[in-house]
């Protein structure tokens, strides 16, 4: 009998991106912010590490396209690791043929200089750079001293953009901040390509539900009227979700994952620790092992076979079911939910945003209707 019983496999989906600890340091203090800002660096031997570690058959097989994804912290606080990494890659690239190395970071956006420019122009630095939007909005995000970070943020964000290839915004909103229209406008008038809104899904959002609601309801109806003046505008977190429903709806379909957590992500912390993922900078019972050792499929296990229909919410019955997979997972730890449960703010957002994207969409298909047959959402 016990011969019959199916044996799991070695994890074997490659990592294709690696989120690196370069330093929990920063030179802001946000409100809103997980890392503890502790003065802890990674070494340059580290860093060249972790680049021989992607690099790994174990950890990603022979993808083509692998990416080091660099967080903090601040991570341009510590870039000679970056300039480490960057000389190790020209070093041995050459005995890996066939395989890109892409290059990205998240930043507060306060550093630049020619040195660190002309080091995003030669990487073609994907970047992701925090600005809430007005200065009001932005306040959360102080210098060390107090003082406001926002006016060298936007006296830096030109150069930035001219460096690097590919810039997002990161709109961080939470309860004291949800002028998601304002926010929205002042970024795309600063030259901005694309804005990401990221909520603060952790933070008190009780009283503000009905606040919530309007500003997402807000947002739906801008969203329209951009469209019905030609415009798609580049809102990644509406846009994408009204594309994703767009396709899956008919079969009320979900995303198969909450995220790439432990899948084809993987965080470094400055020691070389091996994370699911970097929002689990603190919980080393949760560590996959160290950039010196195997990546042990049984550790990582729980994370491959995670999906979201293993989250434990009333998700059959949500209007949000297909654009949500359920979460960060270390955002239902920290609300006691464990690894499969859910965090009960996340559900609140997700429902605000789920009902905004229903009414773009429905606006987008009456316009589809109103243009004539063969026209899409694709199209718009």
């Given at each position: 009998?016990?011969?019959?019983?199916?044996?799991?496999?070695?994890?074997?989906?490659?990592?294709?991106?690696?989120?690196?600890?370069?330093?929990?340091?920063?030179?802001?203090?946000?409100?809103?912010?997980?890392v503890?800002?502790?003065?802890?660096?990674?070494?340059?031997?580290?860093?060249?590490?972790?680049?021989?570690?992607?690099?790994?058959?174990?950890?990603?097989?022979?993808?083509?396209?692998?990416?080091?994804?660099?967080f903090?912290?601040?991570?341009?606080?510590?870039?000679?690791?970056?300039?480490?990494i960057?000389?190790?890659?020209?070093r041995?690239?050459?005995?890996?043929?066939?395989?890109?190395?892409?290059?990205?970071?998240?930043?507060?956006?306060?550093?630049?200089?020619?040195?660190?420019?002309?080091?995003?122009?030669?990487?073609?630095?994907?970047?992701?750079?925090?600005?809430?939007?007005?200065?009001?909005?932005?306040?959360?995000?102080?210098?060390?001293?107090?003082?406001?970070?926002?006016?060298?943020?936007?006296?830096?964000?030109?150069?930035?953009?001219?460096?690097?290839?590919?810039?997002?915004i990161?709109?961080?909103?939470?309860?004291?901040?949800?002028?998601?229209?304002?926010?929205?406008?002042?970024?795309?008038?600063?030259?901005a390509p694309?804005?990401y809104?990221?909520?603060?899904?952790e933070?008190?959002?009780?009283?503000?539900?009905?606040?919530l609601?309007?500003?997402?309801?807000?947002?739906?109806?801008w969203?329209?009227?951009?469209?019905?003046?030609?415009?798609?505008?580049?809102?990644?977190?509406?846009?994408?979700?009204?594309?994703?429903?767009?396709?899956?709806?008919?079969?009320?379909?979900?995303?198969?994952?909450?995220?790439?957590?432990?899948?084809?992500?993987?965080?470094?912390?400055?020691?070389?620790?091996?994370?699911?993922?970097?929002?689990?900078?603190?919980?080393?019972?949760?560590?996959?092992?160290?950039?010196d050792?195997?990546?042990?499929?049984?550790?990582?296990?729980?994370?491959?076979?995670?999906?979201?229909?293993?989250?434990?919410?009333?998700?059959?019955?949500?209007?949000?079911?297909?654009?949500?997979?359920?979460?960060?997972?270390?955002?239902?730890?920290?609300?006691?939910?464990?690894?499969?449960?859910?965090?009960?703010?996340?559900?609140?957002?997700?429902?605000?945003?789920?009902?905004a994207?229903?009414?773009?969409?429905?606006?987008?298909?009456?316009?589809?209707?109103?243009?004539?047959?063969?026209?899409?959402?694709?199209?718009?």
């Amino acid at each position: 009998m016990l011969l019959s019983l199916p044996v799991r496999e070695p994890a074997t989906t490659p990592v294709t991106s690696l989120m690196v600890y370069l330093t929990e340091e920063c030179n802001l203090r946000c409100s809103y912010c997980f890392v503890e800002k502790k003065p802890r660096h990674m070494t340059p031997e580290t860093a060249r590490k972790v680049l021989h570690y992607l690099l790994r058959p174990d950890v990603s097989g022979n993808a083509p396209e692998i990416k080091l994804s660099f967080f903090g912290g601040e991570p341009f606080l510590q870039f000679t690791l970056m300039e480490e990494i960057w000389d190790e890659w020209q070093r041995i690239r050459g005995q890996h043929p066939g395989r890109e190395l892409l290059w990205a970071a998240t930043t507060n956006g306060t550093l630049g200089g020619p040195r660190i420019e002309r080091f995003i122009e030669k990487t073609q630095m994907a970047l992701l750079i925090s600005l809430d939007g007005q200065k009001e909005s932005h306040e959360h995000r102080p210098f060390v001293s107090g003082r406001s970070s926002y006016d060298q943020v936007v006296k830096t964000l030109p150069r930035l953009l001219k460096a690097s290839p590919a810039v997002t915004i990161r709109l961080t909103f939470h309860p004291q901040s949800l002028d998601l229209v304002g926010n929205v406008q002042r970024v795309l008038a600063l030259k901005a390509p694309c804005v990401y809104l990221g909520p603060v899904v952790e933070a008190d959002w009780r009283g503000s539900e009905e606040a919530l609601e309007r500003a997402f309801q807000d947002l739906a109806q801008w969203f329209i009227e951009e469209l019905r003046q030609g415009r798609v505008p580049p809102v990644l977190t509406l846009w994408e979700s009204l594309r994703f429903w767009h396709q899956l709806r008919p079969e009320g379909r979900r995303p198969s994952r909450p995220c790439g957590v432990g899948e084809k992500l993987l965080g470094i912390d400055p020691d070389g620790n091996v994370m699911p993922c970097h929002r689990f900078l603190y919980r080393p019972q949760r560590w996959l092992g160290t950039i010196d050792e195997p990546l042990d499929p049984d550790k990582r296990a729980p994370y491959l076979e995670l999906t979201s229909g293993d989250i434990q919410a009333d998700c059959d019955s949500c209007h949000a079911r297909s654009i949500c997979g359920g979460g960060c997972r270390v955002v239902s730890l920290q609300s006691g939910g464990g690894l499969y449960g859910h965090h009960p703010f996340h559900c609140l957002i997700t429902q605000a945003h789920a009902r905004a994207v229903g009414e773009a969409r429905g606006a987008v298909a009456r316009q589809v209707r109103a243009l004539g047959p063969g026209l899409s959402l694709i199209h718009i």
